[in-house]
C-alpha cells in the first residue's frame, strides 16, 4: 500500500510566515484550547484563554493568520476552514520542479502553497474578479512575482479551448456543482466535462488533483467520473491517494452526504 502522502509531506518554512503570537505555550494551539489535556487547573485554563484572546487579536491586528506555514488574508479564513491537512499539503507535497495550472484558483492559496513547495511557475484561472484581487494580494504578501499569474475567465469555457499538455500538476476544484439531488444529471455532466479537460493539459508522468464538495455527488461517483473522462481522454490515471475530509468534518451513517469532501490525486500515464 502506498504511504499516505501527508505522512511524507515536508513543513512549509517561508520568511514571511510568521507564528500567530510567538511564546504561546503549547496547549494554547489550536490542538488544545482552554480545556487542553495540558489544562489541569483553573489557572491554567485562565492563562489558556488570555492566550488565545491575544493570538485573536495579533490575527486580526495583522490582517492574515498563518496556515500550515503561509499567511493567508482574513476574507479566506472561513472557506480555508473547510480544507482538510491532506488537502491543504498537497500542493505543497507535489509542486517541486513542476509548472502548475490552478482551476477555479479562487484566492490562490493552493498556488502559494505550491510555490513554497518548489513549483516553478504556477497560472490560476476564476471567473471572479475579486477572488482573484484576492490572489494577487497572497502573491504579492509572499513575494511570488512573476512565477504567479492569474486570468480571469470562465473555468469551463477556459478548459474547452484546445491547450498542450504542458502543466506537471493541474489542481481542479470547482465549486458545488451538484448542489442538490435533482441537479446531480447535469453536475455530472460538468464534472465530466471539467476533469476529462483538465487531466489532458497534465504532461505525461504529471499529476492531477480534482476535488469535489458536492454532498449530492460522492465519491463513487467522481471514481465513475474519472474512469469515463480518462478513457475519452486519451490517458491511463494511476491513483496515488484519495484525500478525505478530516475529523473535524465528521460523517454520519445517518445522513450520508455528510461526507462530502474528497479528493483523487492521480499521475497521468500515456
Known amino acids: 500500500m502506498l504511504p499516505r502522502l501527508v505522512d511524507r509531506m515536508p513543513r512549509c518554512s517561508s520568511s514571511h510566515a510568521t507564528p500567530v503570537s510567538p511564546g504561546l505555550p503549547l496547549r494554547a494551539t489550536h490542538r488544545g484550547g482552554p480545556y487542553a489535556a495540558g489544562a489541569r487547573s483553573d489557572e491554567d485554563r485562565r492563562e489558556n484563554l488570555r492566550a488565545l484572546n491575544r ?41 517541486a520542479g513542476r509548472k502548475v495550472l490552478n482551476m477555479f484558483s479562487y ?21 471572479s474578479e475579486e477572488a482573484l484581487e484576492l490572489a494577487a494580494r497572497h502573491a504579492s504578501m509572499h513575494d511570488a512575482g512573476e512565477k504567479f499569474t492569474t486570468e480571469r475567465a470562465d473555468a469551463f469555457q477556459w478548459l474547452a479551448v484546445e491547450r498542450p499538455a504542458e502543466y506537471g500538476l493541474v489542481l481542479l476544484d470547482p465549486p458545488a456543482l451538484v448542489k442538490a439531488g435533482r441537479d446531480k444529471e447535469e453536475g455530472m455532466k460538468a464534472y465530466h466535462f471539467a476533469n476529462r479537460a483538465a487531466m489532458k493539459l497534465v504532461e505525461t508522468g504529471g499529476i492531477f488533483v480534482t476535488s ?23 490517458v491511463t490515471l494511476r491513483v496515488l491517494d484519495i484525500v478525505r475530509q478530516a475529523p473535524d468534518h465528521p460523517g454520519s451513517v445517518y445522513f450520508p452526504e455528510s461526507a462530502y469532501l474528497k479528493s483523487f490525486v492521480c499521475q497521468v500515464l500515456r
Open 55 to 95: 493570538a485573536a487579536y495579533e490575527v486580526f491586528r495583522r490582517g492574515h493568520v498563518p496556515i500550515i506555514g503561509v499567511n493567508l488574508a482574513l476574507p479566506i479564513i472561513e472557506a480555508a476552514g473547510a480544507e482538510t491537512y491532506d488537502q491543504i499539503m498537497m500542493p505543497l507535497s507535489l509542486a
Open 212 to 234: 469535489s464538495c458536492s454532498h449530492f455527488f460522492t465519491e463513487d461517483d467522481l471514481a465513475f467520473t474519472l474512469r469515463r473522462a480518462s478513457v475519452q481522454a486519451g
Open 107 to 127: 484566492s490562490g492559496a493552493a498556488s502559494v502553497y505550491a510555490l513554497n513547495g518548489g513549483a516553478t511557475a504556477v497560472h490560476n484561472v476564476d471567473g
